[in-house]
């Protein structure tokens, strides 16, 4: 199963763009690269998702590198409730089923 | 509105007891997962199924065991075989594809004292 390596832990001020970077340098050709999010007693919620292109929505973008080895979450601007910990995860495109959580980033905004 | 339903939201029980956590959705996916999470860690899989009436261990399976005989259903129940059952568990669901995103449930905490 490919893994994924993130930051324990991020900073970031409020009203300040947030760059959380992922490393997945087991990826392979079929794998979609999954971020999520989780606030403290709730399960995680989606955030975005992307295979080989840059993807945006309204929560956030996700820039992919081109050896598609590393990918990078934004936070275009940092708000106190996006203070959480944030999860990249492989899925493949031929859903083996099998999903794999690291320890994920515990992202905190600074007011 | 569409979603997934774990119940209950805090459970207690006495060492020594089978205890089954409920979990229920209405999105019409096809794959289901139960996750486990100890404090200040991520998240740990059980047990995941793809298609109705099959199963996969997933990493951390001893002590557990689940059934799927509803697409909508995928109880866990923890067996007074699992050492260390206190913690919080996460129920997903998803399509069968891997664009597809996961949705979580809002989890059980289970103590065992």
């Known amino acids: 199963d490919a893994k994924t390596t993130q930051p324990n832990s991020m900073e970031s001020n409020e009203e300040e763009p947030v760059h959380l970077p992922c490393n997945h340098s087991?990826?392979?050709?079929?794998?979609?690269i999954h971020w999520y999010r989780q606030l403290p007693s709730q399960g995680p919620e989606y955030v975005i998702h992307?295979?080989?292109s840059n993807v945006n929505n309204r929560m956030a973008s996700l820039a992919i590198a081109e050896d598609r080895k590393s990918s990078t979450l934004i936070l275009h601007r940092a708000t106190l409730r996006d203070a959480a910990v944030y999860y990249c995860i492989l899925r493949d495109a031929s859903n083996t089923g099998k999903l794999i959580f690291g320890q994920g980033t515990t992202l905190q905004v600074k007011p | 509105d569409g979603g997934i339903t774990q119940s209950p939201k805090y459970l207690f029980r006495k060492e020594g007891q089978n205890v089954t956590l409920s979990c229920e959705q209405n999105?019409?996916?096809?794959?289901m997962y139960w996750y486990r999470q100890d404090p200040g860690q991520g998240l740990r899989l059980i047990y995941y199924?793809?298609?109705?009436?099959?199963?996969q261990k997933g990493d951390i399976a001893e002590g557990y065991s689940v059934s799927r005989e509803k697409k909508e259903s995928f109880p866990l129940t923890v067996t007074s075989a699992q050492k260390n059952p206190t913690a919080f568990y996460l129920c997903?669901?998803?399509?069968?594809?891997?664009?597809?995103?996961?949705?979580f449930g809002n989890g059980t905490r289970l103590t065992v004292t």
């Open positions: 999105l019409n996916h096809d794959a």
């Open positions: 992307g295979l080989t």
């Open positions: 087991t990826i392979s050709g079929t794998d979609y």
């Open positions: 199924s793809q298609i109705v009436n099959d199963f």
């Open positions: 997903a669901s998803s399509m069968f594809q891997g664009s597809s995103p996961l949705h």
